[in-house]
C-alpha cells in the first residue's frame, strides 16, 4: 500500500520496510510482487493470529488499536507536560515564551519555526517513558509497521493541536544512508512520515533531501558537540527537491540536541523552502531540563484484561 498506512490489519508502504536489493543480475525480484505478498501474509496473520500490544506484549482484541488501553494510560500524561514549542523541551508552564524558552533563545543553531512532539525520551526511567521508549526502539531496530502505525497516529494528534499545521504543504523524513538501510530492519523516518502523512493527508517528500556522507550513529556520540560534528555536511539536496516556495515539517523519531533537524534545515532552506517546522515523537531528556510533574512519572492502576 504506497505512502502510508491505514487502521488495524493493515501495512506501511512495504518498499520502507524492505532491504535494499542487491543490483547483481539475476537478482531483480519484481517490487510490486514483493509489497503484495508482504500485504497479503501480513493480512492473513492479523486475521488468523491473536495481537498483541505493540509496547508491552499484552493479548488485545483485533478491534482495538495496536496499543492497548493501559499503555495508552500511561502515555496521556506524558503528552500533557508543557514543552517549549521551539526546542521541545520539557518546562514549567510559567518558564514558556510566546515562541520559545529562555534557554533555547541562547542557542543559535535552532533553525526550525517550531518543534511538535508527543512525549519525553529517557535511557532508563519511569514507566511512562518506558513505554513511549519501547514503541521507538520497536520502530527503529525492529521495523515494526504496526508500531509505525501506532507512532503516526500519536504524532499526527500532537500535530493537529500546533497552530502551524495549516502551513505544512510537504513532510520531509530525514533521510537515512544506503549503508546505514542495511543495518536497520526499516528507514524508520520513511515509515513514520508516511504514517503521519495518511492521518493528515499532507505528501512526503521522501526526495527532497538526501543522505550523501556515512557516520556513525549518533547514539555513540553523547557530547552535544561530537553530535554536530558527526552529522555536519552529511547531507545534500536532491536533484528536483520540488519544494522552492513551500512550507514543510521535518520529520524524525528522537530529538536529542537539535543536531540532526539543524543540518537537514540547512539543506531545506537552500533548496528554496519557504518555513520549516519539525515533527518528533519524543525530546531527550538532558541534564539540566526541569523534572516533570511526579503525577507523570507513577504508572496508571493495572486495568482489567
Known sequence: MPGGVQDSGSRVQASAFRRPTHSFKGWGLNRAFIASARGLFGSLSDALLPQTCVACDRWITTDESPICPRCRAALEPARALPYCPRCARTMLALSIHEKSCARCRTEGFWNVASVARVGEYRRVGEYRE????????????????????????????????????????????????????????????????????????????????????????????????????????????????????????????????????????????????????????????????????????????????
Open 130 to 305: 518506558e513505554t513511549l521508549r519501547r514503541l521507538l526502539v520497536g520502530l527503529k531496530f525492529v521495523g515494526s509497521d504496526r508500531q509505525a502505525v501506532c507512532l503516526g497516529k500519536l504524532l499526527a494528534d500532537a500535530l493537529r493541536k500546533k497552530p502551524w499545521l495549516n502551513e505544512i504543504q510537504a513532510l520531509v523524513p530525514v533521510p537515512m544512508h544506503r549503508l546505514r538501510r542495511w543495518q536497520r530492519p526499516a528507514d524508520h523516518a520513511r515509515v513514520l512520515a508516511e504514517a503521519v502523512s495518511r492521518e493528515l493527508g499532507i505528501p512526503v517528500r521522501n526526495a527532497a533531501v538526501r543522505r550523501v556522507k556515512y557516520s556513525i550513529s549518533q547514539t555513540r556520540t553523547l557530547s552535544r558537540a561530537a553530535r554536530f560534528r558527526n552529522v555536519k555536511g552529511c547531507f545534500g539536496p536532491a536533484r528536483r527537491p520540488k519544494i522552492a516556495g513551500q512550507t514543510v515539517c521535518i520529520i524524525d523519531n528522537l530529538l536529542v540536541t537539535g543536531a540532526t533537524i539543524h543540518e537537514v534545515s540547512k539543506v531545506l532552506r537552500k533548496a528554496g523552502a519557504k518555513r520549516i517546522y519539525a515533527a518528533v515523537v519524543a525530546r531527550a531528556r538532558l541534564p539540566g531540563d526541569p523534572e516533570p510533574p511526579a503525577e507523570a512519572l507513577m504508572p496508571p492502576p493495572d486495568q482489567a484484561d
